[in-house]
């Protein structure tokens, strides 16, 4: 049986210039030449030459009001009919597209702008090295001599050619069950150390790692026929010009004939693990909201306002932040996950509290760094940097204050009325009810009603489970009339976003309340069989496909632990307390767009997105498995993503654990 192909064939400055590059990341030159604008830089790896250095991948292509301007200058069609002309002189094969497009680096919110491209995509084979450092170069020199006559000759146009590869979709899904069976189950904890500590051994990775996966990728909508693939993502810093001796070094690894029954291969790419309590910031113009509108739901789910707050609802610190511009915008956004009920020392009687994720209150604290496209780690020596480090006590005096609606949605709600208002008047009905639900949220916020509670405790970001899985937990004392309930989605709301009844959870969860874990959690989920499911603020209701191959992953957060003492409730860091090392720490993940089983339908519904930070998941019978925290996105794979999830009983532990006593018990509210 011929085998499956895998998909790899495959900077100094200030604090703040070289927090932009790891977040955005730019390609490192091999080759340079000269154009009559100057000196131009060359970029060169397998599957992809430019000029200059191109951003790392993923990339996202789109026309805007710089090709625009391009166009009506110098003229889209000259541009191209001269590339194409270059291509053919230069015997480059198998040309796909040449096209005039935007590329920006796809790591945010809202894209930064792109730059201006000339861009290419054809077959990689054989030779391509050098047939296409030829042919690059030369189109770089033509564009160039073309712009310069233009009326805006310092807009500089790049050239970038990729394979086919990098313009295809791509598809993710779990290894099958029958390859553990046949001993993945024991060995993938040797393999994937072995792979670390090759990345590891080369300085190039070394320190680059972000996540070490086992699944299957490729590009075939059939999982079937897509090759069980190691995967590896590392941090924007990691120049891919030096990843060939690495890869060789771990392919040779693979291939050890104690692991040739699992025909793996190996994939490395740029990628970090997305932070998910997030949301694109106002003000926004009506371009960037209609293209946002959909993937990230800014409108506010309910309109007038309740003070019952649910289950899934959208929540967010109770403050406007400062940008790094110095701009005042919305806070970030997360999820309630799910109501506990608590007993203390000082209260043996059951009390309701909120449970979310810790990153979600945050922007809390002084030294939060938001830009207009991700968020950054915490200003050296602020109090941020030490609440992540230390968790937050039920002693500290300025603890986090809650609001549902989350000011975010509201202020994209109030926007969205006033331009109703505006298109139709007050007069006709549609105009006239909005203008009454705009006047009744802005009255809710006026009159302070959206506080939903101030946080009890927290973990911070340091805390480890016994078995070295990430903790990211808070939990939130209600305001006593803003106390909701744990009612599951009804069936008709999973039958609005699937199609077949396979994906829905058994009906005695219809419109139920959520349940108390089993003994076995998570831990007792079958792989690639089982689905879990959730209900987030910005994916609404959401399923996934267990995989038991637990994933290794590195937050940009990460740092070295220290000790804090505080108070009635001390935190003493120690090992014992699995408290986090600089390294990797193993993650259970979830793969939204697997299969159920060998040979199933393929789901086209993410499981997480930003802004889901916070939700908890649950088993088929509404029974409570697991806090969501983070996700992961491979490159090219549009329909699917990972989710992590740390077990429900790992975080009821930790909470009580993190108090020292002071909290005695703890369950799912009833």
């Known amino acids: ?45 397998p599957l992809r030459v430019a000029a200059p250095p191109p951003h790392p991948f993923p990339v996202v292509s789109e026309w805007d009001s710089q090709c625009t301007e391009i166009d009506k200058d110098i003229g889209k069609t000259t541009l191209v009919n001269g590339t194409l002309k270059i291509l053919s002189t230069e015997k480059v094969g198998h040309v796909i597209s040449v096209e005039l497009v935007s590329r920006a680096p796809q790591r945010s919110n809202i894209l930064p702008q792109g730059q201006p491209t000339i861009l290419i995509v054809a077959r990689w084979v054989d030779g391509c090295s050098v047939i296409w450092g030829r042919a690059v170069p030369k189109i770089k020199k033509f564009i160039d001599s073309k712009r310069l006559s233009s009326k805006n000759p310092d807009v500089d146009i790049a050239v970038e050619m990729i394979g086919e590869e990098h313009a295809k979709e791509k598809f993710m899904a779990p290894v099958t069950p029958s390859l553990l069976d046949r001993g993945l189950r024991t060995d993938w904890a040797r393999i994937k150390d072995g792979v670390a500590q090759i990345l590891g051994a080369f300085s190039q990775t070394k320190g680059h790692v972000t996540s070490i996966h086992l699944f299957r990728l490729g590009f075939s909508p ?35 004939p104690r692991y040739v029954y699992a025909n793996l291969c190996a994939h490395m790419e740029h990628g970090v693990i997305d932070q998910w309590a997030a949301f694109p910031l106002v003000p926004m113009t009506r371009e960037d909201w209609e293209k946002h509108q959909k993937a990230w739901n800014l409108i506010p789910k309910k309109i007038p306002y309740t003070q019952r707050v649910d289950l899934g609802s959208d929540i967010s610190v109770s403050k406007y932040i400062k940008n790094n511009d110095d701009e005042t915008v919305s806070p970030l956004v997360g999820t309630l996950g799910c109501w506990l009920e608590i007993k203390t020392k000082s209260d043996p009687e059951w009390a309701k509290v909120a449970l979310t994720n810790y990153h979600v209150i945050r922007p809390w604290y002084d030294g939060f760094y ?62 006239k009810d909005a203008r009454d639900k705009l006047k009744g949220i802005v009255s809710f916020f006026d009159n302070d009603e959206q506080r939903l509670g101030k946080v009890l405790c927290a973990s911070g970001y340091k805390r480890r489970t016994a078995n070295n899985g990430r903790l990211d937990w808070a939990l939130i004392r209600p305001v006593a009339n803003r106390v909701g309930g744990n009612t599951l989605p009804s069936l008709y709301e999973w039958g609005d976003k699937y199609e077949s009844v396979t994906f829905f959870p058994d009906a005695e969860t219809d419109g139920q309340p959520l349940k108390q874990p089993t003994n076995h959690g998570l831990r007792g989920l079958e792989h690639g069989v089982d689905h879990i499911y959730k209900v987030g603020t910005t994916t609404g209701v959401s399923v996934g496909i267990y995989s038991e191959t637990k994933g290794d992953i590195k937050l940009s957060e990460d740092e070295e632990p220290e000790v804090v003492e505080q108070g009635k409730f001390k935190v003493k860091i120690t090992q014992d307390q699995h408290v986090a090392e600089p390294s990797l720490s193993e993650e259970f993940a979830y793969i939204q767009g697997g299969q159920l089983g060998e040979g199933a339908k393929l789901i086209d519904q993410l499981f997480s997105a930003p802004g889901d930070s916070g939700s908890v998941a649950w088993d088929k019978k509404g029974r409570a498995l697991g806090l969501v925290f983070r996700g992961q996105k491979p490159t090219g794979v549009l329909k699917t993503k990972l989710s992590y999830v740390t077990p429900i009983h790992d975080v009821f532990e930790d909470i009580k654990a993190f108090s020292e006593g002071g909290i005695t018990d703890i369950r799912i509210a009833v």
């Open 222 to 256: 059939d999982n079937d026929d897509n090759p069980n693939t190691v995967y590896i993502s590392v941090d924007y810093l990691c120049q891919e010009t030096k990843w060939r001796p690495v890869l060789e070094e771990i392919r040779k690894y693979l291939q050890h």
């Open 1 to 45: 049986m011929a085998s499956k192909p895998c998909l790899t064939p495959s900077i100094s400055g200030s604090g703040q210039e070289r927090r932009k590059r790891a977040r955005l990341g730019w390609s490192e030159a091999t080759s340079s030449d000269y154009s009559d604008a100057g000196q131009f830089s060359i970029f060169s790896v």
């Open 370 to 431: 938001v830009d207009e496209s991700d968020v950054g780690p915490p200003t050296a020596g602020s109090k941020l940097e030490r609440m992540d480090k230390s968790g937050i006590l039920p002693t500290e005096n300025n603890r986090p204050i809650l609001e549902h609606p989350s000011r975010a949605k509201h202020n994209h709600g109030v926007v969205r009325l006033k331009q109703t208002v505006a298109r139709f008047g007050a007069t006709v009905p549609y105009g």
